[in-house]
Antibody, heavy 121, light 108 residues
Framework: QVQLVQSGAEMKKPGASMKVSCKASGYTFIDYDLYWVRQAPGQGLEWMGLINPKSGGTNSAQKFQGRVTMTRDTSINTAYLELTTLTSDDTAVYYC??????????????WGQGTLVTVSS | SYVLTQPPSVSVAPGQTARITCGGDKIGSKSVHWYHQKPGQAPVLVVYDDSDRPSGIPERFSGSNSGNTATLTISRVEAGDEADYYCQVWDSTYDPAVFGGGTKLTVL
């Protein structure tokens, strides 16, 4: 069965960087785009970006450009999200999610369990 | 950027029908996807491409999309349906993946 397993919770100081991993199993990793979505406490879902695991190509939301890096290691079926220059506004649960299999428009059929990143001095 | 508007809350008695709307400019020309999220859990896809259900999602969940409004309909609502519900579309003009603000479904 498809599973996305994320790394554990992190505590960071303002100005630091975070790096979250997302290990995929149960399907062919390079066949589906992976997305990153975050959710601040008590807030809604916010799309951050996507990576094509086959090519390594990425696309990120405008507000994160310059601060976000998405990478993958196909040898271990794992994608990574790195966010730099953290502020308290980056405190959130970060999710990875897989693109669905239909050919219409992207949606997220499987999600990781989420990684809580807390930014505090 | 493209904006999706959802009511903050919807309340319904058990056994009744809940309708959660998602408004957007000409949203009927887009494919709309719906997720529910229970407290402390990751979102779960409940409807994709306006009206299709992933395997494992009950037939009680259905969707429609026309004009400027998409609707998620939950028939014979159960206590376990209580959750936050989010609509989502893909819009290629700005930041592609757009979520609605979410609707909290309360089962009375």
């Amino acid at each position: 069965q498809v599973q996305l397993v994320q790394s554990g919770a992190e505590m960071k100081k303002p100005g630091a960087s975070m790096k979250v991993s997302c290990k995929a199993s149960g399907y062919t990793f390079i066949d589906y785009d992976l997305y990153w979505v975050r959710q601040a406490p008590g807030q809604g879902l916010e799309w951050m970006g996507l990576i094509n695991p086959k090519s390594g190509g990425t696309n990120s939301a405008q507000k994160f450009q310059g601060r976000v890096t998405m990478t993958r290691d196909t040898s271990i079926n794992t994608a990574y999200l790195e966010l730099t220059t953290l502020t308290s506004d980056d405190t959130a649960v970060y999710y990875c999610a897989r693109d669905g299999p239909t050919v219409t428009t992207p949606y997220f059929d499987f999600w990781g369990q989420g990684t809580l990143v807390t930014v505090s001095s | 950027s493209y904006v999706l508007t959802q009511p903050p809350s919807v309340s319904v008695a058990p056994g009744q029908t809940a309708r959660i709307t998602c408004g957007g400019d000409k949203i009927g020309s887009k494919s709309v996807h719906w997720y529910h999220q229970k407290p402390g859990q990751a979102p779960v896809l409940v409807v994709y491409d306006d009206s299709d259900r992933p395997s494992g999602i009950p037939e009680r969940f259905s969707g429609s999309n026309s004009g400027n409004t998409a609707t998620l309909t939950i028939s014979r609502v159960e206590a376990g349906d209580e959750a936050d519900y989010y609509c989502q579309v893909w819009d290629s003009t700005y930041d592609p993946a757009v979520f609605g603000g979410g609707t909290k479904l309360t089962v009375l």
